[in-house]
């Protein structure tokens, strides 16, 4: 091993993999919201300067909020995707469906293992291949993975 390379984070890494579908599902969701209220956000503002609303009526607050994480969280999410997207270039064909199992569906180990008709001990050297494969791929802007997004659980 070079010493100028760092150990990798699988741990990390099988944490993106997990969160993926989650944020294809948030983005969805957001930019369902967001085709549903377009300038919102800058006529409620408006509502409130011109005397018509108090900034500390909670619906209000609520809205704007909501309207404002929105507007951030999309860029985020879709940063997020198209990194983990990018790193699915790296692998295979087996690799990725490997993945898909694992982390996208969520399939118990001994269903993966049935599945693709592995051993348990092949089962965790993919899996540690693979997820060597993808950090390598991201690793200079895996930071985008790690920051925090509005309103995350």
Known sequence: MNLTQQPIPYEKVEAWLMSYSDWKARLEYAQAELKHIPGLTRALHEWVNHGNGRKQEPLLRTVIHRIEITEHEIPLLL???????????????????FVRLR??????LSVIIDRI???RRAFFYHRKRILHKVYRKI???AVLLELDSFGED
């Open 103 to 108: 982390y996208l569906d969520k399939l118990a």
């Open 117 to 119: 008709a592995l051993s």
């Open 79 to 97: 940063s997020r995707i198209g990194l983990i997207d990018y790193a699915f270039s790296a692998l295979t064909t087996e690799e990725i469906l």
């Open 139 to 141: 690793k200079d802007r």
